[in-house]
């Protein structure tokens, strides 16, 4: 049984708008803070968007900050990433993971190993 899997990827124009999911199975993701992450083609994964396990604050990399939007549902046990005004530069493997998630000057950062679940990923492709 995956820990986390991704869903709601897919292909979008330029200017679209799409919302991932992450949903949680045998765990309870409340006591997890939730960071999704991403990775383009010939590129190193990166932080994309977090959201803590506490207060519920959120975190954003530059290149999304205004566009996306993270949010979490305890009651569905999903967290969801609501992406508008998509880029083309936006296309990448979108994967979800519960752990200690790391911020640094409040944008959220991939440490190897740093969490502790991991979802396969959902695919998103922007067109021009």
Not at 1 to 29: D, H, I, K, M, N
Not at 45 to 50: F, I, L, N, P, T
């Amino acid at each position: 049984q995956v820990p986390l899997e991704e869903s709601g990827g897919g292909l979008v124009q330029a200017g679209g708008s799409l919302r991932l999911s992450c949903a949680a199975s045998g765990f309870t993701l409340d006591y997890y803070a939730i960071g999704w992450f991403r990775q383009a083609p010939g590129k190193e994964r990166e932080g994309v968007s977090g959201i803590s396990s506490s207060d519920g604050s959120t975190y954003y990399a530059d290149s999304v900050k205004g566009r996306f939007t993270i949010s979490r549902d305890n009651a569905k046990n999903t967290v969801y990433l609501q992406m508008n005004s998509l880029k083309p530069e936006d296309t990448a493997v979108y994967y979800c993971a519960a752990g200690p998630l790391t911020v640094i000057g409040g944008r959220p950062v991939f440490v190897d190993h740093g969490m502790d679940y991991w979802g396969k990923g959902t695919l998103v492709t922007v067109s021009s």
